[in-house]
Nanobody, 131 residues
Framework: EVQLVESGGGSVQVGGSLKLSCAVS????????MGWYRQGPGKEREAVAA???????DYADSVQGRFTVSQDNGKNTLYLQMNSLKPEDTAMYYC?????????????????????????RGQGTQVTVSS
């Protein structure tokens, strides 16, 4: 059984930082991507960052230069370092594991549409940025 468990969310003031973690178990694909997406109140789902098995990354324009996605394969953990946080970053953040994904940029479409049977996600962790 594939399980993804996010942690690290919380409340922070504008300009602050948070680091999200996602512990992954039971996910075994040769070709895969991992990523983060978010959904704020009254907003559509937005893919924010992705990383493929080669370590290549991709980011949404809204977070480019502020967020960094990384993975520790030895610990089966995905991270999202978020700096210079803004009120518009307030959202529930979800970790995603996508099978048969070859390159990071492909993960964005999958996380937005959520098509396919080899995709998994966690329960989410709330991030609130206040001014």
């Amino acid at each position: 059984e594939v399980q993804l468990v996010e942690s690290g969310g919380g409340s922070v003031q504008v300009g602050g930082s948070l680091k999200l973690s996602c512990a992954v178990s039971g996910f075994h694909y040769r070709d895969y991507c991992m990523g983060w997406y978010r959904q704020g109140p009254g907003k559509e789902r937005e893919a924010v960052a992705a990383i493929d098995r080669y370590g290549d990354t991709d980011y949404a324009d809204s977070v480019q230069g502020r967020f960094t996605v990384s993975q520790d394969n030895g610990k089966n953990t995905l991270y999202l370092q978020m700096n210079s946080l803004k009120p518009e970053d307030t959202a529930m953040y979800y970790c995603a594991a996508l099978g048969f994904c070859m390159q990071a940029f492909q993960a964005f479409d999958v996380m937005t549409s959520w098509r396919g049977d080899d995709n998994y996600r966690g329960q989410g962790t709330q991030v609130t940025v206040s001014s």
